[in-house]
């Protein structure tokens, strides 16, 4: 008898290009934390589709406010006035203090944006810049741009060459960030938490050291907040956590809550050297994309998220302690509110599988770390049943030498 997944693994691997490599389950419904397989098995997830669905599956304020949306109007392109763009604008200038927002559709496209804007920048000035600053361990994106200050070489190697004049420098190593950033640096582009590269945050000395390198040379700072902003770490912006004072942000993920929508924001001296017919998009900042983020950025700011947010991190803080005090493969736990890593002894891809026979989502990066991004309104009772889970996928994984 073939099974809903057989009839659904099949067609994809005939049609679907084969780039990513997916674990063997169909989701085909979800409620808050939970998602439920094409079998009818429940699952509690800690990843929310790698740091997306910000409020949960089919949360019913989001998905009345779409299903709303959808029946009022849905995209007329930038060439016209809509009434929500400028309202997102606002509320995303007044938490973050950068004053303008460039909208589009995806992280990477955020990305992009705010490298395209770096370059606009140095050449309205007259000076023209081409030099980036990227960090070891550092992941941005897909896209020419955003690729070329991706560190990850496995990523980069098959479409080389890249944007020419990207620098090197080793995460929080204060001496090499001030001996690389000059005078010909247009922008330094970093993760306040580096997510893809095993929830590594950036010390507040290190960002000291990148705002003092970005006044005594005029770089541009670049937050690319794509996976710790919008909440994540119980602040809207972490990069007010470490004191770094950027003059552009990349925002995506969280945002939309699950529709896609992606936004650079900008300071007004940057926004200032951008002109008519400078960047982009069809569909960035459509109404239904517009309409989804106030739906988030209504809960996260006056919903009591926030608060909620940094709650749970001192709870996950807690319970992750005792989880690697139990197992001995857990090396090191990092992160804050709802961004955690756990660093393996050794390589973390066995715990995916793992937690999927415990009905527990957690994803591996970095090899060796098992990363959670659980939907920010996880409730503490949720979050015990689901770290229970994958304390048995631990003992699971210990007991079957992490094969
Ligand atoms: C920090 C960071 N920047 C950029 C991206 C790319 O975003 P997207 O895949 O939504 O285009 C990601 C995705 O994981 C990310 O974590």
Request: hydrophobic fraction near 45%.
């Amino acid at each position: 008898m073939t099974t809903v997944m057989d009839d659904v693994q099949a067609r994809e691997s005939r049609y679907v290009l084969q780039t990513y490599r997916r674990q063997p389950v169909t989701f085909v419904r979800g409620e808050g934390v939970r998602l439920y397989d094409a079998e009818g098995r429940e699952y509690l997830d800690l990843l929310s589709g790698i740091g997306v669905a910000s409020l949960g599956h089919a949360h019913p304020g989001l998905a009345g406010a779409i299903a709303d949306q959808a029946k009022t109007l849905l995209h007329t392109s930038n060439l016209f006035f809509h009434p929500l763009q400028g309202e997102a604008a606002e509320r995303l200038s007044s938490l973050s203090g950068l004053s303008r927002t460039f909208f589009c559709n995806s992280g990477t496209e955020a990305v992009e944006a705010c490298l395209k804007f770096a370059r606009r920048y140095w050449y309205t000035r007259g000076e023209p810049r081409a030099e980036l600053i990227a960090l070891e361990g550092s992941f941005h994106g897909r896209t020419f741009g955003a690729l070329s200050v991706t560190s990850d070489e496995h990523y980069r190697a098959p479409f080389e060459p890249l944007l020419a004049g990207v620098r090197w420098v080793p995460a929080n190593d204060r001496a090499a960030l001030l001996a690389a950033v000059s005078r010909k640096t247009a922008a330094i582009i970093v993760e306040a938490i580096q997510g893809e590269g095993g929830v590594r945050p950036l010390t507040p000395a290190f960002a000291a050291a990148i705002n003092e390198a970005s006044a005594n040379t005029g770089a541009l700072v670049i937050a690319d907040e794509i996976q710790c902003g919008l909440g994540r770490t119980g602040h809207p912006f972490h990069f007010t956590a470490i004191g770094l004072k950027p003059h552009l942000s990349s925002l995506g993920k969280a945002l939309g809550g699950g529709v896609p929508i992606g936004a650079a924001l900008l300071s007004e001296e940057v926004a200032a050297t951008i002109s008519f017919g400078d960047h982009g998009s069809t569909y960035g900042g459509n109404l239904l994309a517009c309409r989804a983020a106030l739906v988030f950025l209504h809960e996260l700011v006056d919903g009591g998220l926030l608060a909620h947010i940094g709650r749970m991190g001192r709870f996950f803080e807690a319970r992750l302690k005792t989880l690697a005090a139990k197992h001995s493969i857990v090396k090191e736990v990092r992160g804050a509110g709802l961004i955690w890593g756990l660093e393996l002894t050794r390589d973390a891809a066995p715990v995916v599988p793992a937690g999927l026979e415990q009905r527990v989502i957690v994803n591996r990066t970095a090899e060796t770390v098992v990363r959670l991004l659980p939907p920010l309104v996880i409730t503490e009772p949720e979050a015990d049943e689901a770290l229970g889970r994958l304390d048995a996928a631990l003992d699971d994984f210990g007991r079957n030498g992490g094969r």
